[in-house]
C-alpha cells in the first residue's frame, strides 16, 4: 500500500470526524462540554465506550502476544465483567446521586480538598501518560508507512494530530465525543470482522471450519493454574475486575460518558451492555491473533517484535482492501483514546483545580469558556510533548514501563474511594498526598523484588489491588472518628 494512499485515507476518515463535530457541537455550552447537557443516549455511550476502551495498544498488541501468552489476556478480560457490576450498582449510582460533574468531587464532598486535589492529580497524570503513550503507537506507524518516505520529522506528524484532535474536541467536548467514539468504534470493529474473514478465506475455513481452528490450536489456552506465574487465574481475574474499577469506575474520562447519560437506569444499561460487547471484541481480537500467527508461520513470515504481526501481514500480504481498513482501523482505535482524554483532562483541571463548578465563583460563563479554550489548548500542547519524549527514548522497554506507571497512579485514586465508600470516618488532611505517594513507591519496591523474595512469585494484575489497600490502611491509621460530608463533620 502506497503513503499516498494511506494518507488519503487518514483525510478522508478525518474530513469525516469533522463533519460529526460540526453537526453536534453547534449551539455548545460549558455544560455540553462537560457532561453533554446530560442528555446521551445510553446505546450510544455504550457502542462508543468499545472503542474508546480498545485503544491502538489493544488494536495491535493483543493479536500479536497471543504467540507468547496464549489466550490468558482473557483471563483478566472476564474479570472486567465484575469490575462493570461494581461500577454499574455501586459507583453510578454514588455519582448520580450526587449530580457530579467531575467524579472526584466525591472526595471533596467525603475527605476534603486535600484528597479530592490528590485524587485529580493522580487521574490527569495517569491518563496524560495513558493517552500519550496510546497515541504514539499509532503515530509511529504511521511515521513508519508514510512520513518517513517524505522526509517529515515525528514531532510534525504528531503536531498535525494533536492539532486534528484538539480541533474537533475544542467545542463540542463530550456531546461530540459520543457520536465521534460511536463512528470510530464502527469503523475499529469492521477492520476487525474484515481481517478475520480476509484470513479465513485465504485458509479455506468456512464459519465453522474457523472456530475449529481457532479452539483447536495450542495458543487458545486460556488458563494459567501457576500460582508464582503473573497470568495465575485468580491474580488476573481479580485483578483485571480491579483495574476495570480504577481504569474505568474512577477515571473521569470515561465516567463523564456515563454520567452524561439522561438517568441513572439508562447508565447502568449502558455500563452492563458496553461490558458484555466488550469481552465478545477481546475474544474476536484474540481469536485474530491465532489466525495471524497460523498465516505467518504458513507463509514463512518473520516479524521482530510481536506488536509488528498484525501491521505486516494486513499491510503488505492481504491485499489493498485490508491495508485500508487496517489503517482505519488504527486511527478508530487511536482517536477515541486521545479525543476523550483530551476533553477529560480540560473538564477536571477547570472543575477540579479552577472551580467551576463552584457556587460562589465570579466567572461568568464567557469567562469560563476562555479559560476552558486555554486549558484544552495547554493540555494538547503537553500531550505533544510528552508523546515527542517517548520517540526521544527511543527504547520499546522503557516505554512500556512508562506505561505501567498508570497501573501504579490509579492504586492511590482506588485507595480514596475505598475509604470514603467503606468507612465512616475522616482523615488529618495534610498527610494524605503522602500516603498516596509512598503507596506506589512500596508497590514498585516490592514488585522489582518479588521473585527473590517471595519464592519466585511475580505480581501481575493483583499489583493495582494492593497499591489501593496500601493507600487505605495508610489512610485509615491517619483517620478519626467522624465523617465528613459537603465539608463539614458529621
Not at 455511550?45 to 488494536?59: E, H, K, Q, R
Not at 515525528?154 to 503536531?159: E, I, L, N, S
Request: charged share 10%; glycine share 8%.
Amino acid at each position: 500500500m502506497s503513503a499516498s494512499l494511506i494518507l488519503i485515507c487518514v483525510a478522508l476518515y478525518t474530513v469525516l470526524l469533522f463533519g460529526v463535530t460540526w453537526l453536534t457541537s453547534r449551539g455548545a455550552t460549558n455544560e455540553t462540554y462537560f457532561v453533554g447537557n446530560r442528555s446521551s443516549r445510553w446505546y450510544l455511550v455504550a457502542y462508543g465506550m468499545i472503542g474508546a476502551s480498545l485503544s491502538g495498544v489493544t488494536f495491535m498488541s493483543v493479536p500479536g502476544e497471543v504467540e507468547a501468552k496464549q489466550f490468558s489476556y482473557f483471563q483478566m478480560v472476564l474479570g472486567y465483567l465484575l469490575g462493570y457490576a461494581v461500577i454499574a450498582f455501586v459507583l453510578l449510582p454514588l455519582y448520580y446521586k450526587r449530580n457530579l460533574t467531575s467524579i472526584y468531587t466525591y472526595l471533596q464532598q467525603r475527605l476534603g480538598n486535600v484528597s479530592y486535589r490528590t485524587g485529580a492529580f493522580f487521574f490527569i497524570l495517569s491518563r496524560t501518560i495513558g493517552a500519550a503513550f496510546r497515541m504514539y503507537i499509532v503515530v509511529n506507524v504511521l511515521q513508519l508507512f508514510v512520513f518517513d518516505q517524505w522526509g517529515v520529522p515525528f514531532a510534525v506528524t504528531t503536531g498535525i494530530f494533536v492539532l486534528l484532535i484538539l480541533l474537533y474536541t475544542f467545542e463540542g467536548g463530550v456531546k461530540t465525543i459520543v457520536w465521534t467514539d460511536t463512528l470510530q468504534t464502527t469503523f475499529m470493529l469492521l477492520s476487525l470482522v474484515l481481517s478475520v474473514w480476509l484470513i479465513a478465506d485465504l485458509a479455506g475455513y468456512d464459519l465453522g471450519s474457523l472456530f475449529s481452528a481457532v479452539a483447536n490450536d495450542s495458543r487458545s489456552s486460556i488458563f494459567v493454574t501457576d500460582w508464582a506465574h503473573a497470568k495465575f487465574f485468580p491474580k488476573a481475574f481479580f485483578g483485571g475486575a480491579f483495574i476495570a474499577i480504577a481504569m474505568t469506575g474512577l477515571d473521569q474520562e470515561m465516567m463523564q460518558k456515563n454520567i452524561s447519560c439522561r438517568s441513572l437506569k439508562e447508565a447502568q444499561k449502558n455500563m452492563l451492555t458496553f461490558s458484555a460487547v466488550l469481552v465478545v471484541v477481546n475474544l474476536l481480537f484474540l481469536g485474530l491473533g491465532v489466525l495471524l500467527w497460523q498465516y505467518a508461520n504458513a507463509h514463512g513470515i518473520t516479524v521482530e517484535r510481536s506488536d509488528d504481526l498484525f501491521p505486516t501481514i494486513a499491510l503488505n500480504h492481504l491485499g489493498t482492501v485490508s491495508a485500508i481498513f487496517f489503517i482505519i482501523g488504527l486511527i478508530s482505535a487511536a482517536y477515541p483514546s486521545a479525543d476523550g482524554a483530551l476533553t477529560a483532562l480540560t473538564a477536571s483541571f477547570c472543575i477540579d483545580f479552577l472551580g467551576f463548578n463552584n457556587p460562589h465563583g465570579k466567572r461568568t460563563e464567557a469567562e469560563k469558556k476562555r479559560l476552558r479554550y486555554m486549558v484544552h489548548i495547554s493540555f494538547a500542547i503537553l500531550l505533544l510533548l510528552v508523546i515527542v519524549l517517548f520517540k526521544v527514548i527511543n527504547d520499546d522497554s522503557v516505554v512500556s514501563k512508562l506505561f505501567t506507571v498508570a497501573n501504579y497512579t490509579y492504586g492511590p485514586l482506588l485507595g480514596l474511594f475505598m475509604f470514603g465508600i467503606l468507612t465512616k470516618r475522616n482523615t488529618y488532611e495534610k498527610v494524605v498526598p503522602v500516603i498516596c505517594l509512598t503507596a506506589p513507591v512500596i508497590c514498585y519496591i516490592l514488585n522489582a523484588y518479588s521473585k527473590a523474595w517471595f519464592g519466585g512469585y511475580q505480581f501481575g494484575n493483583e499489583l493495582l489491588l494492593l497499591n489501593g489497600l496500601l493507600t487505605f490502611l495508610g489512610l485509615f491509621i491517619i483517620s478519626r472518628p467522624g465523617t465528613r460530608i459537603s465539608g463539614k463533620l458529621a
